[in-house]
C-alpha cells in the first residue's frame, strides 16, 4: 500500500502520518516520486489502516500496490537504486565488468587473470572459493585458502572482490574477505542463506535460478531485503530450456524486465548461459545493448587445465579482444565502460 | 571400477583384494550380484589399481563403470534397495501410501486427518513444519511446536513421520522428532545439505528439483549415499515446463527410468505434479501403474482454509475415494496397498 | 453462448428459437444436458442476440461460455462422445488399442506385424506412409504403395486402418483407403489442414504438438469440429521439455485434464513419448490408469533394421506382454481391453 | 563429403572430377575457400565415390563432412551467403530492418505505416495477408486483397514486401505479389511447404518454430535448399519456455550459433519474442549487437485497434525513436543500417 502525499503536505503532518503507522506495528519506506513523496507500506495488514490514514491532514491518496515483493518493486521506489562496491557503483552510467576465473586453483593462477583483466579494464574480480557442484567427485573449490587469495589479488589489482558462498553457517568466514557475497543460481531458493544474507552488511550479487521465472528472482531478492539489506544486484545467468546447442538459454528480455519491475541493478553472466567460450563476446554485446548494467565473465590464463567450466572461460587475449568492442556498445546505449 | 571375483575366490583372497584397495586409500563397496561377488570402487583414482588388481588371485574380471553416481546405480547393485521407516518398508512389494496437511497448522488439524488417513490405509505421515516458501510474506510452518504435533499424531496412529528439513542447522532437530527427513525440490541442490543428511542416520526422501534432469537428481542422491547414508527413496513430484494447465508436469516416465537406472525405491507425488485435487487420483493411479514404490499425498480436512497448497489437497473423503480405485491398480501390477 | 431451455418449453417454442437464430445468421448445435436443453451458439457475434432471445418463450436462461472452443467444450456437451470407426467404438467402455509399424516398410512386414498384433488383442492397425520427417534426407514413406498394403493388410486381420496425412492436398487420397485419418504434431497447427480435414466425413485422430499447450490443442480441435466432422480423437504423445532422459515427456495430466475440458475421447503414444522400447509397457499402463480411452503403438517384427524409430518399437512379444499386464489396469479403472 | 582440390589442380582436372560425380547420379557444388577449391558432394551415397575420386589428377584429399544439413553448412561453403530482395542485400554490411503491420488491414493502416516505416529507414515491408491463427474464430486475414495492397505500398514506397505463405497451393499466388515468402514459426516443419518454396524461385524467409532447436531450423532450411532455392533467411523470433514474463522466450545466443554452423543471413524478430511493444527496443539492439543481420519489426498506426498483436506493435513514433538507437549500437558492431 503506497500512502501519496500532498505537495501542500507539511512535515509536521507527515510525521503523523508515519508515527501512527508505527503505532499501529507497520513498517514502511519513504521516497520522492517526481514530485510526490510516496510512504509505503509493506505489511499485509496494511490495508486495515488505510481508512484512517485517508482522513488525516496532509494526505492525497491511498494506493494498493500489486507486486507481492514491495521493497525491491519500482511502484515503491521508482528511481534506480545504485550499489556500491568498494569504490566501484553498479546500476550508474557505468557498465561494471566483473572477471576472473570460475574457480580459484592456485595463486600463479589468480595473478595472472586478475592482473590481466584489470588491466583490460575489469572493476571488480571474480572466482569461486567454494564451489556447489552436481556431481559429489567433481572440485569443490579451496575454501578459506581460495578467499584469502582472492582478497589479496583483489588489493593488489585494485579491484574488490566478488565471491559465492553456499551456507548460511559460511556467510560470515566469507563476509570476512568478500566484498560483495554471490548466491548462485542452485541456490536461489535457499531461504535461510536468502534471509541471512539479508541480516548482514555485505553487498549481494544474486544469480537467477536455472528454471526461477522473473517473479520469483524477485520474491527471492525480496527475502534479502526486507531482512535489512538493501544492496542487492540481480543477475540473469541464463535458463533451462528444451534448446541443448548452448548450455542454457540467456533470457536476454529478463533484462528489461527485470528493469522494469524492479529499481535494482541487473547484470549479465554471458560465460554461464553460453558454456562455450566463442559465443561470450556476442552475448556480451547484446547485454549491455538490452540495458545491462554489468557483466559477470568467467576468464582463465590456460582455460584448457582449468579445474572447472574451462570450456566456456575466456583466454586472457579473449578477454581483452572482447573488451574493445564492448566501449562501442556501451557507448551507443549512453553508457561507459 | 568394479572387480568381478571368481566364483572359486577364497574368502582369504577376497580379504586381500579389499585390503590392498583399503591401503591404496580407496573407498569400497561389496555386493552380491547373482552368482557373482563385486567389489565397487569409487573414487576416480581407482582406475590407478586395475593392472595391479588384475593380477592378484581370485580375482575374474576389472569392469570400467560409466555412471557417474556409483553408488545409487545399478550397475552396482543391480537387485533394489528396501529402504525401513520404523515398521514400513519402501521398496518392497507394498506401495507405501504417505499422506498428510502440507502444513502443519494446529493438534485439531493433524489429529483429524492424521486419524483419517491412517483409517483409510496410509502407513506413514506428511506434514511440514519448516516451510520454503517463495515469498517471504507466507506462512513458513510452526518449527518445533509442528514437529511435536507430527511425533504425537504420528504415535496415536501408528505412522512413522516424514518432514522437511531446509538447513543443514535444523537436521538435528529434525531427526530428533522424525522417522525420516524430507529434502524438497527447491533444496535439492543444497549441496551442505545433502552431505550432511548423509551424515547422518535417519532415511532420506529427496524430491527432484523443479526443473531437475533424472541423472541431477541421481548425483544429488549420491551425495548422501556417497556420505554415509544409504536410506534414501527418491520422489517424482513434477517438473516445469512450458504447460500452465497444472501446477508442474508430472514426468511419469522418469519413475521407471529411476527404477532401471537406479536401486533406490522411487515414489510419486501426484498433489504437487497437479496442482489441483480433481486430478490427484489420475495421477495417483498412473504413478502406481508406472511401477512407484509409494506415494506422497496432500490432505486436509478443511482445504478451503489451508495455510498452504488447500487447492490441490484431497477431501478426507476424497482421500478414501481415491484409496479404494488404487488397490486394484497396485494388484494389477502385482503389488499391493 | 448458451440458451438453456424451459424443462416446459415446447418444441414449437424451440422451434422457433433455433429459427431466429438462423435467420439472423447464426450457427448453433442442440443438446441435452442432464435435464436441460441447451442450444450453444457458436459464432461470436451471438452476443448481440440475447437480449432478443431472453425474451422468447421456452428460455428459461441466456449464459456466456468461456472457454474459446466452444464445439469440443464439456460445457456445450457435458457427456462423452464416442468416436466410431469401422466396428470400433473409441471413447466407450473398452480401451482400444491401435498397433503397427511406425513406417509401412513391405508387405512382409506389415502382414507379419498386422496378424501378430490382431491376435493380441489391438482393434486398429496403424503405420506411416507419409511420413514428416525431420531431415530432408531421411525415409519419407511409401506413399500410396504404403495406403493400399494398409487397406489389404487392415481388411485381412479385421482392423480399420489409421494413418498419417501431412498436406491438404493429400487428404481425398489418404481418405480413400483408410478409416481414419491422423494428423500429426508437426501439423498440429497447420490450419489449412485442419480445416480441410474438418471439411470431409473420415474420423480424425489429432496429436498434440510437442510443445502445444492444451488449449492449443483444443483450438486446433475446433477447427475441425467447427468446419463440421465432429468425429474427433486427441492423442497425447509427450512434449518437449528440458528432460533428455527420454525422448519427450509424456504429459500424464494431459490426459484427465483433456477429459475434464473437452467431450472429445483421450488417447495415449507410448511410444513418441518414451522414444526407449523398455519403457513403453510403463507408460501404457499409465496412461490407462489415468483414463485414456485407447492407446497408439509403434510394434515391428525386427526393430533394429526398421527404416525409422526402431528403437522404441516393441518386437511382437514384447506386445504380447503388455497387453497381458495392461487387461488387469484396465479393469482396475472400470474399463475393458 | 567434400572433395578438396589441389591448388595446381587445372581446370580440365576439375571438370573431370565434375563430370565423374554427375555420371555417377551424384549432385555437386562447388565453392573457393580461402585458397581452396571444393567440390560438395551432397547425397549419402557419395561416400561410396570416395576411393575413386581419391585416385584422380588434382585432388588433394576427400573429407567427410559431420552435419546432417550439408547445403546449409559453413562447412560446405565458409563465407557467408548474401540474399538479395529487389535492390536489398540481407547478410551484407547494412543491417536490414523490415517493418509493418502484423495483418494488412485496409489501405490507409498500410499506406500510414509503409510511408513513415520507410521514411525512417526500414528497407523492406512486412505485413500479414493470410494469417496462421491458433483459433477458428480469430481474423484470418483479407487474402489477396491484402496481397494487393502489400504490392503497391511497397512500390509507392520503395520497398520490396516480405509476407507469409502458409500453405503450398497459395505459394504461386503469394509469390506473384511478394519478393520474399515467409514461412512463418508454426509451419517449420510443414515439410510439403518447404520443398515447394524450394521448388520455387522467390527468397524465403524461414522463421524458427516456437520449440524447434538450432538443428532443426537448419534441417528445415536444407529442405528448401536441396530442393533448389538457396536464397534463404533464417529468423530467431522468440522460443516457448517456463517464463511468461514475456511471450516467447529470444534466443539471442541461436544467433552467433547459427551464424558459426551455417553460411545462411540470420535476422531477429523482436516484436513476437517481446509479445510487449516497451520491450522491443531493447530486444532489437541485442540482436543486432549479437550479430543479426536484420530485424522484422510489427509497427502499427492505431496499436490499440490492431485486428492481430497489438500490444505488441510499435507506434509510428516508438519505431522512429528505436531507429535512431539502433544506428549507434550496429556501427559498434562494424555494420550500418
Known sequence: M????????????????????????????????GEETHIGLIDSEAQALAPEIEMMAGVSEVRGVAPPYPHVSREYQPGP??????????????VVVMAGPCSVENAEQLEAVGRSVAKEGARMLRGGAFKPRTSPYSFQGLGEEGLALLLKVGAETGMPVVTEVVAPEDIALVASYADMLQIGARNMQNFRLLSEAGAQ??????????????EELLLAAEY?????????????????????????????SAIPVLKQKSHLPVIADPSHAA????????LARAGIAAGADGLLVEVHNDPETAL??????????????????????????????
Open 308 to 337: 572447472s567450466d574451462g570450456k566456456q572461460s575466456l583466454t586472457l587475449d579473449g578477454f581483452a579482444d572482447m573488451m574493445d568492442k564492448l566501449r562501442g556498445v556501451a557507448a551507443a546505449v549512453d553508457r561507459r565502460l
Open 2 to 33: 503506497i500512502v501519496v502525499l500532498d505537495p501542500e503536505c507539511s512535515l509536521k503532518e507527515k510525521a503523523a502520518v508515519v508515527r501512527y503507522v508505527e503505532q499501529q506495528g507497520g513498517r514502511l519506506l519513504v521516497s520522492v516520486v
Open 81 to 94: 537504486t545504485e550499489v556500491r562496491v568498494g569504490d566501484v557503483t553498479i546500476g550508474g552510467e557505468e
Open 275 to 282: 558454456g562455450e567460450r566463442s559465443l561470450v563476446p556476442h
Open 224 to 252: 534479502i531485503v526486507s531482512a535489512g539489506n538493501s544492496r542487492v544486484v540481480l543477475c540473469e545467468r541464463g535458463i533451462r530450456t528444451f534448446e541443448t546447442a548452448t548450455r542454457n538459454t540467456l533470457d536476454i
Open 201 to 214: 552488511e555485505k553487498p549481494v550479487l544474486l544469480k537467477r535460478g536455472i528454471s526461477s521465472t522473473v
